[in-house]
């Protein structure tokens, strides 16, 4: 199983920008297809950003041009930087660790965009 923990989310104005960050613990972290999904209240839990271990990444259609998703390895942390921010982005976003039948989630940093 792998841990992770979820950091920088926030308050945060119309048209600004905020990075998230997620530490992992284990040794199969560079392994893992990390990601990030997001679940605003009322809706289903939606996929942001995928990187895989060899750096493929994908992304939701709504995001693309907005967000970018990163991984150190050295650090076991994966990144999601967001820029441009809207209210339709506020949400608790997660963070995801697959591989095989491993499927793991943090638990959470909100995110609110709001003037």
């Known amino acids: 199983q792998v841990q992770l923990v979820e950091s920088g989310g926030g308050l945060v104005q119309p048209g600004g920008s905020l990075r998230l960050s997620c530490a992992a613990s284990?040794?199969?972290?560079?392994?893992?297809?990390m990601g990030w999904y997001r679940q605003a209240s009322g809706k289903q839990r939606e996929l942001v950003a995928t990187m895989a271990p060899d750096g493929t990444t994908k992304f939701a259609d709504s995001v693309k041009g907005r967000i970018t998703i990163s991984r150190d390895n050295s650090k076991n942390t994966v990144y999601l930087q967001m820029n441009s921010l809207s209210p339709e982005d506020t949400a608790v976003y997660y963070c995801?660790?697959?591989?095989?039948?491993?499927?793991?989630w943090g638990q959470g940093t909100q995110v609110t965009v709001s003037s």
């Open positions: 995801n660790a697959h591989l095989g039948v491993l499927d793991s």
């Open positions: 284990g040794s199969i972290f560079r392994l893992c297809t």
